[in-house]
């Protein structure tokens, strides 16, 4: 069974963000945009329906390799999926393993262990 996606938050910021925000509108999806205190007047913060800020007024980029505060942020705000964008988040198994855990959709690549 699959599930919808209904609320996406986009755990990234910059032009990254803007185009995966501006495609999940086209989606007719509803987004969330997480921002640093550094990036509070970003357009990325503004492109978003729902916005927060993670982190701590002195950490400028931490928060964005942050898991737990960005899962707990979209179970406070009840996302159905996490999108990482580019580098930050994207091919870090642990954070898609924790997406599942927590019963979010992760989106992007299956990423898989190798084994030797």
């Known amino acids: 069974m699959t599930r919808s996606i209904k609320k996406l938050l986009v755990a990234n910021r910059g032009e990254i963000a803007i185009r995966i925000l501006r495609a999940a509108a086209e989606l007719k999806l509803c987004t969330v945009s997480i921002y640093t205190y ?5 357009p990325h913060r503004y492109k978003a ?13 931490k928060p964005y390799l942050d898991i737990e505060a960005i899962i707990e ?14 580098g ?29």
């Open 38 to 42: 550094e990036d509070r007047f970003s």
């Open 49 to 61: 329906d729902e916005a927060y800020q993670i982190g701590k007024d002195d950490e400028p980029l």
């Open 73 to 86: 942020t979209a179970k406070r705000h009840h996302v159905d999926a996490i999108h990482p964008g580019y």
């Open 88 to 116: 930050f988040l994207s091919e870090n198994v642990r954070f898609a393993q924790r997406c599942r855990e927590e019963g979010i959709i992760f989106v992007g690549r299956p990423l898989k262990r190798c084994s030797v």
